[in-house]
């Protein structure tokens, strides 16, 4: 098993900026891909930004430009730097972290391996 603890989050006012860390248990080095996840209430959980091999990244629509990931492989940590924030923004983050055993066809071997922090919320008002 693989722990994530989020921190970070925090009550900010419009146009203002929060950095979240996810330290994982296990080494970020071996996982396929890190993320980040957001889920607002009564909305469906989504993704916002994810980083493969600790360069590539890919980000939502909504939070690209604002929002940066990146991850250090020496202290096991994934970071989400959010600038210009919005109330829109306001959701629990969540961190997560693909292990899965990926073959050439796709599939993972063994069955999936993913896993997820317990979330640290953002409240962006006024």
């Known amino acids: 098993q693989v722990q994530l603890a989020e921190s970070g989050g925090g009550f900010v006012q419009p146009g203002g900026s929060l950095r979240l860390s996810c330290a994982a248990s296990a080494s970020i080095f071996s996982a396929n891909t890190m993320a980040w996840y957001r889920q607002a209430p009564g909305k469906e959980r989504e993704l916002v930004a994810e980083i493969t091999g600790g360069t590539s990244t890919h980000y939502s629509d909504s939070v690209k430009g604002r929002f940066t990931i990146s991850s250090d492989n020496i202290k096991n940590a994934v970071y989400l730097q959010m600038n210009n924030l919005k109330p829109d923004d306001t959701a629990v983050y969540y961190c997560?972290?693909?292990?899965?055993?990926?073959?050439?066809?796709?599939?993972?071997?063994?069955?999936?391996?993913?896993?997820w922090g317990k979330g640290t919320l953002v409240t962006v008002s006024l």
């Open positions: 997560n972290a693909d292990y899965s055993n990926y073959g050439y066809g796709g599939r993972p071997i063994g069955g999936p391996r993913i896993y």
